[in-house]
């Protein structure tokens, strides 16, 4: 149960590091988007939303309720390829957040 512990902890840490990228890079929004757009049923919500706001109103909501409440968490992710190809065509730096994204994936996915 240690080492399960241990990987939700590692989680949660990265869960925190993308936030602060987020809040560093000024993507972190105060007010959530519509209702209905959060609702999308496509991956990253691609219809709805800018990858970022998928980052912070579905992924990281969604992720901390699941840790706080002891869900099993996702074993699969890939989202750091999603982070490359939305800050391929944009003037802001993500090339940290993708680090970061690329760490949760590796984390969710088992990888050592």
């Avoid at 602060?20 to 209702?35: F, K, Q, S, V, Y």
């Avoid at 209905?36 to 800018?50: G, I, N, Y």
């Amino acid at each position: 149960m240690a080492r399960q512990s241990d990987h939700t902890a590692q989680v949660a840490d990265s869960l925190l590091q993308i936030e602060i990228e987020l809040r560093r890079i000024g993507a972190w929004e105060t007010d959530p988007p519509p209702e209905e757009a959060l609702q999308s049923t496509k991956p990253f919500a691609v219809d709805t939303l800018e990858f970022t706001q998928w980052l912070q109103f579905v992924f990281i909501y969604r992720m901390k309720v699941m840790i706080e409440n002891g869900h099993a968490l996702p074993d699969v992710s890939g989202m750091a390829p999603m982070a490359e190809e939305h800050f391929r065509s944009r003037s802001e730096p993500g090339q940290r957040l993708i680090r970061e994204l690329a760490e949760m994936d590796r984390l969710l996915s088992g990888q050592s």
